[in-house]
């Protein structure tokens, strides 16, 4: 079981790694969300606001009213945010859901694609 | 098959030139499936994998899969006629109208030809627009009706028309089935109603009885026409030629396409009253398209109406759907926690799973199992199931076991093998530990 400290050093990659990456800002410039993350081994949650394809604060907590709600344990979430799984298989393992629409939850698979075409 | 094909070659030009992102989904879904041989209601991957189709390209295989028929109609088109001058008068066109003249309900009589559905309910709305002099097009909500300029802008998913806005002016949506919504935007600015008797990507929802009755007495009252999307609903899919039969409504408009082509060419029609051919009277062309009932679609298109008739697939199509549905149903009640309601008509089935991972998830399953289901572009959480009307009784009860098992797979967790990375792992190694 992952704990925050460890989550807040996963989102912090995660938010360098996609920041930072200009193919996936411009090709994520029209899209603006409100994700939540919920843990479901360990109660934790958190939130990320993309604005126009740039992450903009990853708090903890749920801020907002959210567009996409995502749940699975927090190991998970770490491997998941420093690109060690391929979160599509933990999604048809029934291991990950997702509350949202189809576009949105394809285009988190295609954030996945765009920073770690290797896996 | 004569030709061999390397599916990993395919997929990798597929990724590409085409899109690379298509192969991921696909491949992470189970279904990179590069279609080799086909028959009937049956696909084989190019790696020998069946399938039974269940979803046939949305409803375009009704007569079955390179149907033998219609295959040989095409051999002989394409021996005598080539696509046609399309500002020619056209012996094959003539003909096809002609056919759908004495199929469609009621006084729908002419025929305006295109090369698909969005482009047939393009036309519509012009007609439409320009019979009635309105301007307001009512749709609804998660109704489809093609990707193409007016059809997009009545399309109900807004995802597929925020990147392109602004679209067509004074289009609006209500919701599916609530005839009094549909009531308060109805008046005299209003040219036409449009909508599916059955939504197909909205998730399989019929219109609820009395409904469709509803929608041609309201649009009476003001003056407005009412034109039916039976692009995936017609040609016999639901157990009648037209879905609306089911109700008794003859719309003033009617559009068909997807199995018009039996599988093999591309064609649509845009089926109306001679009342409507009016305004095209003095503008004979004011809606041209080079590829739209083309000679050869037509001869084809001809074939594929004569099979369904002759060979009695309408009424093969509603015996085969009350099997599917009886075990459906049956399937559903075992497992309330995983499907909460199946509906639909005829060989036109929706299931409707608990959450919307589901729909994804099942198709996985499903085509581990032998059968290729897709859930609704709309409702994620639905699975339409629309194999071809020549599915014989094996291959519904074939469906039916694939699908029990399908579900017992999910219900054990099961799902694709995992692989990391081939790379060392990124994450640091002291905050693996849990």
Redesign the interface.
């Given at each position: 079981m992952a704990d925050w400290d460890e989550l807040t050093e996963a989102l912090a990659d995660y938010t360098v790694t996609c920041n930072g990456n200009e193919r996936l800002r411009k090709m994520q410039r029209d899209w603006s969300r409100n994700l939540h993350f919920v843990c479901a081994d360990n109660e934790l949650t958190f939130s990320m606001d993309v604005q126009r394809g740039e992450i903009i604060a990853t708090p903890v907590g749920h801020v907002g009213v959210p567009d996409i709600v995502v749940t699975t344990d927090s190991e998970i979430f770490c491997d998941m945010f420093w690109g060690d799984l391929n979160p599509v298989q933990k999604y048809l393992r029934g291991e990950i859901t997702v509350q949202g629409s189809q576009e949105d939850v394809m285009r988190l698979d295609a954030i996945s694609a765009v920073i770690w075409p290797d896996v | 098959m004569s030709e061999t094909i390397d599916k990993q070659e395919a997929l990798e030009k597929f990724a590409t030139f085409i899109n690379?992102?298509r192969v991921?989904?696909m491949k992470?879904?189970?279904l990179d499936i590069i279609e080799a041989e086909r028959s009937g209601a049956w696909v084989w991957d190019a790696d020998g994998t069946r399938y039974l189709d269940c979803f046939t390209s949305a409803g375009s295989f009704n007569v079955g899969r390179r149907n033998p028929r219609v295959v040989a109609a095409a051999h002989a088109a394409i021996d005598r006629l080539d696509n046609g001058n399309f500002l020619l008068c056209s012996q094959p066109k003539a003909e096809l109208a002609e056919r759908l003249a004495a199929l469609t309900p009621g006084s729908l009589s002419c025929t305006m030809f295109g090369t698909g559905g969005g482009e047939a309910n393009d036309f519509a709305i012009k007609l439409a627009r320009g019979s009635t002099r309105r301007l307001r097009i009512v749709s609804t909500v998660n109704g489809y009706h093609g990707h193409t300029g007016f059809a997009l802008s009545a399309g109900g998913r807004a995802?597929f028309r925020a990147?392109f806005e602004p679209l067509m002016p004074e289009f609006v949506q209500v919701p599916f089935g609530d005839l009094e919504a549909l009531e308060e935007v109805l008046d005299e600015r209003t040219a036409a109603v449009l909508l599916e008797p059955i939504q197909g990507e909205g998730g399989i929802v019929p219109a609820p009885p009395g409904y469709l009755r509803g929608v041609r007495a309201a649009c009476d009252q003001v003056g407005a026409l009412l034109i039916l999307d039976e692009i995936q609903t017609g040609l016999g899919r639901t157990g009648r030629w037209w879905a609306c039969e089911h109700e008794g409504v003859e719309p003033d408009v009617m559009t068909t396409a997807k199995s018009l082509g039996g599988s093999l060419v591309p064609i649509s029609a845009t089926v109306f009253t001679e009342e409507l051919r009016e305004f095209l009277i003095p503008s004979p062309f004011i809606h041209l398209s080079t590829f739209g009932g083309s000679d050869l679609a037509c001869a084809v298109a001809l074939e594929v109406l004569a099979v369904i008739e002759q060979t009695g697939l309408v009424e093969h199509a509603a015996a085969m759907g009350e099997r599917l549905f009886a075990g459906l149903d049956r399937i559903a009640a075992a497992h309330p926690d995983v499907i909460t309601e199946v509906r639909g008509r005829g060989l036109m089935a929706g299931i409707q799973y608990s959450?919307?991972?589901l729909?994804?998830?099942m198709s996985?399953h499903l085509a581990r199992q032998g059968v290729l289901a897709i859930y609704s572009?709309n409702q994620?959480a639905v699975m339409r199931l629309m194999p071809s009307l020549v599915i014989e009784e094996d291959d519904v009860d074939f469906l039916l076991g694939a699908l029990e098992r399908a579900i017992a797979d999910?219900l054990a967790?099961?799902?694709?093998?995992?692989?990391?990375?081939?790379?060392p792992?990124?994450?640091?190694t002291r905050?693996?530990a849990?």
């Open positions: - | 690379p992102q991921r989904v992470a879904a189970g995802s990147p959450e919307d991972s729909g994804p998830r996985y572009g994620p999910l967790g099961a799902g694709p093998e995992e692989r990391g990375p081939s790379r792992r990124r994450r640091p905050a693996t849990s």
